[in-house]
Structures are given as C-alpha cells and as structure tokens.
C-alpha cells in the first residue's frame, strides 16, 4: 500500500460484495485499495459464515436442479417481504443470478451439490465447495494475483465527503492513523448487527439478550459516517434476519451450527412454559427467519423448543447435545420452567392432536384442533420419554438498514440526488431490496449482483 | 482377541466435539469421503473416531475452508485433530501389543531398528559365507553379491522377516476391522471391495473434490498425490522385481544375478527385475523426497509435529534402500560388493521390520476405511435433515 498514491477506487469492507467490487474494478483497469477492517484470519464479515447463493434458471444447470425461473423467484421475494422491496433493484438481483455463476468459477469459486439434509435447496440455491470461507479465500487469492492492494485491521474512522463528493478516507491500522486519498468509494462494509449499542436504540434492553451469529466486526460505522455526511438511508432498524438459535452460542461469530431445526417437530414454550406461535405453520425453511422475531418477542427474549423421542434423529444435528429427562416435570426443572405450568401446556396440546398421518416431507394433515396457537402440521403427542429440549435465543445474522443505491449502485444523498463518486454493495444496500422477511442465499445473491455492479460503475466513473 | 486399550480419552473428547461441530455444520461434504461418512452417524463414539481418523488423508481442503478454525472461538482443527487420532490408532492396533511402544519415538526405532539390520545382515553373511573372502570381487559368472550371501540364504532370512511381518501387519488390520465395526452394516460385496481398491490406486482423496489438495499450503495442488504415486508404485514395482527375481529362480532354474541390460547380451526377460527394480527404485528416490520436501513446507498449524520422526524415518529408509539397491546393481562385481550388500539388505530388513510400527501402516488401515466407507455407502443413509 502506498499511502501517497492516490487510488482510483477504495473499497471499505473485505466480504463478498467488497471482492466481487474489487475485483471487477480491477480488471476494468483501475488501481483497488480494500481495507479490511477484521484481521486476515476473520477476513470477509458475514460471508465467512455463508453456503450458497439463490440463483435463477429456466433449467438444470450444474449443480442446480429443475428451473426456477424469474417469475418464481419475484414471487418468493413478494411474499416474504410483504411488498417492501425495490423491483427494479430485485429484479436486477435476480436476472444477474443467472449469469453471475460463471463470473464466480472464473475467480475460484467451487461449487458443489447441495449438501446433506438440504435437498429441498438444490433447485434454487448454489451451494459453495467448503462454504463461504473457502468463496472468500478464493475471492481474496484472485484479487492479490490481479493486483488488489489489500489492508487488513483497517478500520475506517472517518469518510471526507463534500458536496456528495468523496475525497479521502481516514482509517486506523496498527495503533497508527493514515489517510488514503480515491477517486470513487465503493462502501461494503455490511449492517450494524454487532453493534450492541446501536441494536438498542433499535429494540431497548432486549438486545442484550440478542445473539450475533456473524462477525463482531460489523459494528456499522461506515453506515453511521455516511448516515452522519448526509447519505439517504432506507428501511427500518429493527429489521434484520433474526432466526431462533440455540441459546448457549457464542455471543458472536458462531454460525450456521447454533441453529435448531427441530421447532415444527415438537413445541415451543416461553419462560412461562406456554405456547406462543403455530409451530407447524409451514415448511422449516419458509420459517426459521420469522422465528427469531417470534422469540424476541417473548418475555426475556428466551424460548424453549421441545421434543420427543420419536423426533431425535430427524434434523439436522445442532451443536450443543439437548438437555434431556425422562418425565415432563424434571425437564421443567432442568430448564428452570414452572413444573406444573408446562405438564399443563404438554397435556393441553397433547389433547388436542388429532390422529393424522405424519409426514415432515408433505404439509401433513396431523393438526391440533380447539387450542391457541394452532399446530397447523406435523402434530404428534409429546409422549414418548425421554423428553429433549433446546432453549432459543434471537439470533441476528445482519440488519438492513442501509443506504439508499439506485442501478448503478450509486449512493443517494438525502436531497435524492445520487452522489458523485460513492458506491455501495452488499448488506450496507441490501435493505433497499429486502425491507423485512428473507430468502436463503439472497444475501449472497445481492453481494455478488451489486459488488460487480458498483465496481464496474465506479470504474466507469474514474475512467471517464 | 483380548480387548484393546482405548486411545486417550481427551482424543476421544476433543473428536467428539469436533465431530459435533463439523455434522451440525457440513459445508465440507464436498472435499473427501470423511464428512459424508461422519453424516451417517449422529453421535461419535471412539471406534466411529478411529475410523473416521484413518479415513482422513490429510489433504487439510477443510481447515482453510472452516470458519471455526483457530483463532475463532470454537478451535476447530480438524486435520490435526485426525492425525492425533489416527497416530493413537496406529498404538492401539500394533500387534503383538507390546511393541506399540515403538510408535512414541518412532524415528529414534526406526533408526536403531535399522542399524540393528545391518549388524544382522553382517551377522549372517558371516556366518554362512565361510570360504570365501568378504573384501574379493566376483563376477556374474561367479554369482557377484550371490558369493557373499547365498540366494538361499537371502530367501530363507527374507521369507522368515517377511512371514513376520504379514503376520503382524495382517493382526493389525483385523485389529482395526474389529475395533470400528459397531456402526457397520452389511457385508463386504466386490463392488465396494473394487471401489476401495480404485480409492487407494487412484489416491482419489489427494485430489480434492478436484484439481488436487490444499498441500503443503492452502491452495490446490497436485504434487503430494504425484510424489505418492511415485512411492506406492516405485514400493510395488520393487517388490515386483524381488518377486520374479523367486519365480525365475525356482520354477525356471534362472539362478545368478539377473543380467544387467545394456551389459552384455540383451535379454529383456531375464533383466526383468533389475528393469522392474529400477524403474521402481527412480520412483523411491524421488517420490519419498518429494514428499520430505513438501512436508518442510507444510502449514505447521494443520501437522500433528510429534509424527515428524514416523513420518521421515520411513521415507528417508524407502530413500536409502533405492540408493544402496542401485549402488549394489552397479557395483556388484567389483570388491565393495559385500559392504553394499550389507548396506542393501541391511535397508530392505529394516523396512521390513518397522513396517508393522512405523509410517507404512498407514495404508493398511487407510484401505481398511476406504473399504468399510465403501460399504457404507451402499448400505448406510445420511442421517438428519432440514
């Protein structure tokens, strides 16, 4: 790095969207500084932590079975994001989808088949070979071999920005202050999800019961700085995708093995031992991202799912073994429940099971009748000890409150004017397409789109 | 069989929690036949660990690609975790027993144990080769190295080291097939037989998911498998020529040195094993090299260090075994013909003493798995699903 120079594009941030913005950039001739803000071995942010991108295709393609086509895919996004999305930019998202495969192949990405116990995503989701480190690393080797400039525990501390002009950034690296003068900015630097304080002002005191399953290192400063120079922000801070986790993870950084699969198995109680949502509502998959804002919900943020015997061995292993008892009342006690209080939700819910013929793989006709929350499928008795609980927490894997990006990706000021030389990617934009709810492996798909967006348009930018 | 000792039980801990990581997580499933194998189970006893560990090669795709690896809060070092585990194997299965101790400081034994070779090779030319001369040179004609030390003899100190070590190598493997057959189902057919046999010839887990593995450093190459394959077929190829050296001799009267080609009149057939030996002894010299030179340059982070003595000793003796078997080749007709043969033959028993305690057995239990692996495959689901 050559503090002297004066870069033609800057990249701040080091995931996905910030490689696929630096590499693109790059190849169109530019020279690329990225400033990782993590340290080389938790480089990339969230996507470290990622499998697969959601990809558009009228039919088989590689690793991808059947078709899934444009029309579907608009309709999947519709439906979780209740109509809070930008079409033009979802619509770019999704075509690109279909081409951005080969893109990836070309800068090291392996892909591989959907993996086991996922066989419900190898039609719309590209798994990556290793995940998403083994992406990130290939992403990274590229990048140095065409001669990205790369700073590791760079964190930006200040953006000089005048009349929606960039002209400098000032970042912090080794105990030691610099500024790096560019003529476009590309901001990649994900949500603001590990910033505790900041989830506060969001959701109050119940954040500090909340779980951060990505890197501590997306702590949203860039967002604030460029919230604090005037940047138009879109969508709501308390939105983000929330799924229940297992509650003894890691405050940070565990990943995809704290999830628990096993909620439209059995029950889910509160710290009151009752029911509080229909656990059988529809297909896991379609589910587990509502179920974080279901338990945040909840008193003390806490939930506990509960199963049986007959369910053990039917998911996805989680991480953490269950907490195990033979009767009702002993699993209370283990879980610091009211006894009495759960022997009466079990017995409640077990009486109102009616007979059905069970299938996880169907939406099956085993269904609770006169009780509130309904179980809409996969109802059995809880009635076969020993009995396996795993206690819920929210788990946040990124906000999406963002900035404002047109086509270009170009950032919007505040007065609807697109800045000069700024760009965004990645999860710092992402809530200009996802204003609440989630597809698996949008996240990806957004990077990937808008990395390669925001490099090519601030490459056109300085080679103008 | 009486029962045999566990392997420590922090090893059984530590496979424990990684395999619980590593099945709740999956996203290496793609790089080898361990992960798939690991999603057969849901719970990870110690014989699942042995078997899972001797299925590991090593090719370390996983570590680079796990968001769990160190400094991240889990730890999680799979190969290395692997290599612990399958060292504690090697312990556990060493028959008879007791010699098991020869695994802890295996360079340090297999160097003794080769040193011992040579005084026992001596030992025996002096014992046998009373009249003649052990400083004189003999020709061809004369038997060259067959004057110091008779083909019977060879045949008979040989036959005697190498029933031994089938004997020991063979209880090994039943050992070890016994130990992880809890999970197990069905009997072994000759498809998964031939697939393991593919496996093992092909090195298909050197490769990667493709385009080789993530050794000695993080991206994919090809040179380990190579340099591999140059040792396996330059060992068999070696064995090879020792084997029709025994047919020529006893079922069609070929005694004497086989001919050298290019030295005198071509006969292509009765060159045969030195053709094979060479050929192969190439391979032994540059392959177990190759592989020294690449474990210098490994990610030390990935390696279980105190397997560095097992590791060398047995390529640095497969080294010097090509290179006294040429030297003897070479110079058997003249007066150093007695040294080379000690030194030579000296080699070849301290192989054929440390392969049941060293290195070698690596591949006995790793075709082993590749066999139960393959097995499983056809008779095993994946188990858990979203």
Known sequence: ?464 | MSTLKSIPHELVAEGERVMRICNACRYCEGFCAVFPAMERRLTFKEDDLNYLANLCHNCTECYYACQYAPPQEFELNFPKTLAEIRMATYQKYAWPGPLAGLFKNNGLATAVISALSLVIILAIMLTSATSKSLLSAYSDAEGAFYAVMSHHTMVLTFGTAAALLFVALAAGYARFWKDTSGKAEGSVSFTALAQAVGDVLRLRYLDGAEGGCAYPEEFQSNARRRFHHLTFYGFILCFAATAVGTVFHYLLGWEGPPPIPGVGKLNLVRSLPVILGSVGGIGLLIGPAGLLWLKSKRNTLLADQKQNGMDAGFLILLILTSLTGFLLTAFRETGAVSTLVVAHLGMVMGIFLTMPYGKFVHGIYRFGALVKNAVEQRTMPTLGSE
């Open chain 1, 1 to 464: 790095m050559d503090l002297s120079r004066v870069y033609d594009v800057l990249i701040v941030g080091g995931g996905n969207a910030a490689l696929c913005a630096a590499i693109t950039a790059r190849r169109n001739g530019c020279s690329v500084l990225v400033l990782e803000g993590a340290p080389k071995e938790f480089r990339g942010g969230n996507s470290r932590h990622t499998r697969n991108l959601r990809c558009m295709h009228d039919g088989p393609a590689d690793v991808l079975t059947d078709a899934y086509t444009e029309r579907e895919y608009w309709e999947d996004l519709l439906k979780v994001t209740g109509g809070q999305t930008n079409e033009k930019l979802a619509r770019m998202a999704i075509r690109d989808s279909a081409h951005c495969r080969k893109w990836m192949v070309q800068h090291g990405v392996r892909f591989q088949p959907s993996l086991g116990g996922t066989l419900h995503l190898s039609r719309t989701n590209a798994f990556f070979l290793g995940g998403g480190k083994a992406l990130v690393n290939a992403y990274y080797r590229s990048a140095e071999l065409l001669g990205v400039d790369i700073e590791y525990n760079s964190e930006v501390r200040e953006l000089k920005i005048q009349d929606g002009k960039f002209t400098s950034a000032v970042f912090v690296r080794k105990g030691f202050t610099h500024e790096i003068r560019a003529k476009a900015l590309i901001a990649a630097a994900g949500g603001f999800q590990s910033n505790v304080a900041w989830l506060k002002q969001a959701w109050g005191d119940a954040a500090d019961n909340f779980i951060i399953r990505g890197t501590p290192y997306d702590k949203g400063t860039v967002l604030k700085m460029l919230m604090e120079q005037g940047v138009k922000t879109i969508g709501d801070p308390t939105q983000c995708h929330a799924v229940a986790i297992d509650a003894r993870a890691p405050k940070f950084d565990g990943g995809i093995i704290t999830r628990v699969d096993c909620v439209s198995l059995g029950i889910v109680v509160n710290r009151y031992a009752k029911r509080f949502y229909d656990e059988g509502e529809d297909f896991w998959p379609k589910r587990y991202a509502i179920w974080g804002r279901l338990v945040a919900g909840q008193p003390d943020q806490i939930g506990y799912s509960i199963i049986d015997s007959k369910s053990m061995g039917t998911f996805m292993p989680p991480v953490f073994p269950p907490i195990e008892a033979e009767s009702l009342p002993e699993l209370a006690k283990k879980l610091g429940l009211d006894a009495e209080q759960l022997v009466q939700t079990v017995t409640e819910y077990n009486d109102a099971v009616r007979p059905g013929t069970f299938d996880h793989t169907v939406l099956d006709n085993c269904a609770t009748e006169g009780i509130t929350p309904q179980k809409s499928h996969w109802a059995r008795r809880l009635d076969k000890p020993p009995f396996y609980a795993y206690p819920l927490r929210p788990g946040i894997t990124f906000t999406y409150l963002g900035v404002s990006v047109d086509e270009q990706a170009r950032i919007y000021m505040q007065d609807d004017k697109p800045a000069k030389n700024m760009f965004a990617a990645g999860e710092l934009m992402a809530g200009s397409i996802l204003g609440k709810g989630y597809l698996a492996g949008f996240g990806m798909t957004i990077g990937t789109v808008f990395g390669r967006i925001a490099g090519k348009e601030a490459s056109l930018y300085v080679n103008a």
